[in-house]
């Protein structure tokens, strides 16, 4: 583990509730880190439903998981919070001197005088390939969901998948790898027509090859498929790439102590706090009297719970209640000209 990241706020999850904490905090000038299992922010908004219409955020007649996301991450621009993405938060534990100490799966650690867990329905983490000891390829000649494309140039490339992802990833690949092969169980897709419909053309034009199966055995140089006729085929590759969905998990955040009820952390209507001092929970991860699981609803939360980390982020000081339309110092904060 390295040395710790010594930090105002920890936001345990980078989707649509965990980045307007974001926003929120900074607006209180609170600086914070992010960690999120998926290598992207977004969390289960851009990772299950996209492109899907969303009709419920104020203001806003539609926007998409997607593009909702990409909001977010420009109004919370200003305040630069750091993220880390492809960690799980795994440990929590309270320090002598009332600050948190928290460790991820990646090795990390980070000192934190609040800790907001904005984690959904669990951590969403990539569905794994189902053969024995395949993890030691990973980062190496295997991977899940890379956040770039641009390490695979000029290599042998299996993608391994039938969704929009992984059919998009085959796609984007065909312009800069060496060669290409998309393997699914079965010759059809859960993906939009169009992405399909552009798959198939590159394959008829043997800039894509396609292949039936299911991975049977992997060397980290070879993957070996099972066809549906019993047979086999070994594809020499130099990477795979798996997009076979995400699913959530709780995971650790079932073992710090927070009294969970039904997999929901409870928490105060006053400040969103859980039992703990300094950890708050915000979105569909927290229960209380009157919940609603509504995107609206984690940011009234995260608006309230913010404030509720004043009090240990700037213990004895009080911290005014100010107005974007108004406000010098928070015009200073976002990096707008002075309102007229």
């Known amino acids: 583990m390295t040395a710790p990241i010594e930090t105002d706020a920890l936001i345990v999850g980078a989707g649509p509730v965990g980045l307007f904490q974001a926003f929120q905090l900074g607006?209180?000038?609170?600086?914070?880190?992010?960690?999120?299992?998926?290598?992207?922010?977004?969390?289960?908004?851009?990772?299950?439903?996209g492109d899907k219409p969303?009709?419920?955020?104020?203001?806003?007649?539609?926007?998409?998981?997607?593009?909702?996301?990409?909001?977010?991450?420009?109004?919370?621009?200003p305040f630069k919070p750091q993220f880390h993405f492809g960690e799980q938060v795994a440990t929590l534990e309270r320090q002598a001197d009332g600050r948190l100490?928290?460790?991820?799966?990646?090795?990390?650690?980070?000192?934190?005088?609040?800790?907001?867990?904005?984690?959904?329905?669990g951590a969403f983490v990539p569905k794994r390939i189902a053969l024995e000891d395949i993890g030691r390829f990973e980062g190496t000649s295997l991977f899940y969901h890379p956040d770039s494309l641009d390490r695979f140039a000029g290599q042998t490339v299996v993608v391994n998948g039938g969704d929009d992802i992984a059919l998009e990833t085959a796609i984007a690949l065909t312009a800069t790898a060496?060669?290409?092969?998309?393997?699914?169980?079965?010759?059809?897709?859960?993906?939009?027509?169009?992405?399909?419909?552009?798959?198939?053309q590159l394959v008829?034009?043997?800039?894509?090859?396609?292949?039936?199966?299911?991975?049977?055995?992997?060397?980290?140089?070879?993957?070996?498929?099972?066809?549906p006729d019993t047979t086999t085929i070994d594809l020499p590759l130099d990477a795979l790439v798996a997009c076979l969905g995400?699913?959530?998990?709780?995971?650790?955040?079932?073992?710090?102590?927070?009294?969970?009820?039904?997999?929901?952390v409870p928490v105060d209507t006053e400040k969103y706090e859980t039992r703990e001092r300094g950890v708050f929970a915000v979105g569909d991860i927290n229960t209380y009297p009157g919940k609603k699981k509504l995107i609206v609803c984690g940011f009234h939360e995260a608006t309230l719970a913010a404030w509720g980390a004043t009090a240990i982020v700037f213990p004895g000081k009080a911290v005014p209640l100010q107005y974007t339309t108004t406000s010098t110092r928070l015009h200073e904060l976002l990096g707008v000209s002075k309102a007229a």
Do not use: N
Not at 30 to 45: E, F, K, R, T, Y
Not at 205 to 224: I, S, Y
Not at 250 to 262: M, Q, S, T, V, Y
């Open 178 to 200: 060496r060669q290409v092969t998309l393997v699914h169980r079965r010759d059809g897709f859960q993906a939009d027509e169009a992405t399909v419909a552009a798959m198939r």
């Open 204 to 227: 008829a034009d043997g800039k894509l090859a396609f292949k039936v199966g299911q991975p049977a055995a992997f060397d980290g140089k070879q993957l070996r498929i099972a066809t």
């Open 54 to 77: 969303i009709y419920d955020i104020p203001g806003t007649p539609m926007t998409s998981g997607r593009d909702l996301a990409q909001s977010l991450l420009q109004q919370v621009a």
């Open 246 to 264: 995400i699913s959530p998990r709780l995971g650790p955040i079932a073992d710090w102590g927070l009294a969970l009820e039904r997999k929901q």
């Open 101 to 121: 100490l928290l460790a991820t799966s990646a090795g990390k650690a980070f000192l934190a005088r609040t800790v907001f867990i904005a984690a959904g329905v």
């Open 27 to 49: 607006l209180l000038e609170i600086s914070c880190h992010i960690v999120d299992a998926l290598p992207a922010a977004g969390g289960q908004c851009v990772a299950l439903y």
